[in-house]
């Protein structure tokens, strides 16, 4: 807390520094200098940036198009500005709207949290009340859209059912495409966060060959999520335990956003050409689809099951230093420090295995967590665990399949996706995504007709 409190105040106090900050550049191939202007953030110690088209300007005659910055993966570029989610990975620190995350999850309900991510502040209860019961006004689905999910084969993925099925919806509401009418924009948020979870439940359902059960406004969003997952349509097994309402719910927060990552940069990217906010959430989620993203949790749990027993941790973790096999769910792209969400997650186990029973990949997962955060390699290269490495033990404890797991991860980052579309087509500086390219191909060449090769 003290090393995030040194960071709010070296924010007060550089702001008026930061406003006359360059860095100067010289073109050695010229010996010209440039002097180019530097931006902080909220907190100057997360990254200054420089805007790159400036670097235009450094070049070795009129004829050239000037120096690009080459970064293949997003690694050192920021894409936006954006208000909507802080991360510090150095210092393990996680924030939806400067609210820490631990404080979300252990307080506030996802409701209220996507109320937050997508309108900038946490709501009075009669903005909550209005704004829940919006949403459970648009949880159900067209019924036509039952019928658009059984041409799914019975054993197609429930990722790629959801990812099609949110992209149909579009079909269903052409005014979406009014992008730029506030009003219009909000209904579909609305209609997004209340039909995504009975979507992936009908999308669960279908793979079992089970039918429909409609959405119970009566419930909370979670509960009315599990309940929509394993009813049955004549009522049994109609209650809920609720731990496990509490720990889906507490799983949303966590997984509602995470800032620009593969998925909400696609959703910018597509959003960006207009595109209205159904296709975009189905294009975020094909991303989220990859098990590098939303099905690394399901690479998890297939490590622990290899790993099959606490005895064998030992030699997997040497084989894993010896460049054999990874270490799913350690390490992040982000973080350099433990995952805050893992934290919180750990906090649920005995609540939820009191219930649901221990699952036997734990004590696998805790022995091997134990293990390398003790071991100078993985301590060297600051590997920690990540939401990743306990989340599926939890779905897996409650009775979801490793298909799920994606599922689960779309129905929350729908609202972060949701909050970065918003904000994008509020900023004026957001133009339709063109990244430049460092072509290495051939140079000019002439055709040669076919007899001639």
Known sequence: MAAHEA????AV???TAARRDTVTITDNRTGKSYELPISYGTYPLS?????????????????DFGLLSYDPAFMNTASCRSAVTFIDG??????????PIDQ????STYLEVAYLLIHGELPTGQQYDAWEAGIKRESLLHENM???????????HPMGIFACTVGALSTFYPESKQVHDPGNRMRQIVRLIAKVPSIAAYSYRHSLGLPYIYPDVDRSYAGNLLNMLFNYPDGRDGQINPVIERAIDVLF??????EQNCSTT???AVGSSLADPYVSVASASSALYGPLHGGANEQVLRMLTEIGHVKNVPAYVERVKRGELRLMGFGHRVYKNYDPRARVIKRMFDDVFAVTGTNPLLDIAVELERVALRDEYFISRKLYPNVDFYSGLIYQAIGLPMDMFPVLFAIPRTTGWLAHWQEMLGDGEQKIARPRQVYTGPTRRDYVPMEGR
């Open 47 to 63: 990254g200054a940036s420089i805007p790159a088209v400036e670097l235009r300007a450094v070049k070795r005659s009129t004829e």
């Open 104 to 107: 979300l999850a252990e307080t």
């Open 90 to 99: 150095e210092r393990g620190i996680l924030e939806y709207r400067g609210y």
């Open 7 to 10: 960071l709010r105040e070296l």
């Open 253 to 258: 927060i966590l997984h509602a956003d995470h």
């Open 266 to 268: 696609t959703m910018r």
């Open 146 to 156: 039952k019928k658009f999910m059984d041409g799914f084969w019975h054993d197609a």
């Open 13 to 15: 106090s550089q702001t």
